[in-house]
């Protein structure tokens, strides 16, 4: 069963039309982060939550914003999405208390057209 | 900033063949992770490593941690179609830290 769910897998939008991406969890894990990868590269860290507690990355454009309405669920907005910002988006969730262990959805393929 | 770089950045082998791909860091990490990726899914995690000079193996695959905790690395033996994806190691500055490190990747094909 998957235990990180990410919705849709694939999303296509247009230049400058905002878009949201979804994650949800059923771990109950204290930690979510959004991750962006582009082609072949490495997941970037984008933002993530120890809980309600928002944290930024200091080279994350301010198009990309984020919500955590509650442990399950989390957002990732893009205000004005450019060419550039299509890749691949995962989201990933960890226990604090245990080990270093992410896990990973299976990720948001978004295209802008 | 922490920089984790792997290579080779891309490695394409026979089946049977065995191969080595490294992970090299001049910051220490407390623990150190690898995690496969095929295309179109998330990071898997293979294994994770915390003290210098570990090895672990998992089936076919050895994970090596460094020393130092600085690097790292994954050996294939006897590679199989199966195991054709990104590796990617990451790495944790603290224990319970909330943020990894990831390396820039290795992608790997083997073929039939």
């Known amino acids: 069963d998957a235990m990180v769910i990410q919705n849709p897998r694939y999303q296509v939008t247009q230049f400058g039309k905002p878009v949201t991406l979804s994650c949800s969890q059923t771990l109950n894990h204290n930690v979510m982060y959004w991750y962006q990868q582009k082609s072949s590269q490495a997941p970037k860290l984008l933002f993530h939550?120890?809980?309600?507690?928002?944290?930024n990355e200091a080279d994350t454009p301010d198009n990309f914003q984020s919500r955590r309405p509650n442990t399950s669920f989390c957002f990732l907005d893009i205000r004005s999405p450019g060419l550039g910002d299509a890749a691949m988006y995962l989201c990933?969730?960890?226990?604090?208390?245990?080990?270093?262990?992410?896990?990973f959805g299976s990720g948001t393929q978004l295209s802008v057209l | 900033t922490q920089l984790l770089e792997q290579s080779p950045q891309f490695l394409s082998i026979q089946e049977g063949e065995n191969l080595t791909v490294y992970c090299n860091s001049s910051?220490?990490?407390?623990?150190l992770q690898w995690y496969r990726q095929e295309p179109g899914e998330g990071p898997v995690l293979l294994v994770t490593v915390v003290t210098g000079g570990e090895v672990k193996k998992l089936k076919r695959l050895t994970f090596q941690f460094g020393d130092a905790r600085k690097d790292s690395s994954l050996h294939i033996t006897a590679a199989q179609p199966g195991d054709t994806g990104l590796y990617l190691c990451?790495?944790?500055?603290?224990?319970?830290?909330?943020?990894?490190?990831f390396g820039t990747g290795t992608r790997l094909t083997i073929i039939p």
């Open positions: 990933a969730t960890k226990t604090w208390v245990e080990s270093e262990k992410l896990f």
């Open positions: 910051s220490v990490f407390s623990s």
């Open positions: 990451a790495g944790a500055s603290n224990f319970g830290n909330e943020k990894l490190t």
């Open positions: 939550y120890y809980d309600k507690d928002f944290n």
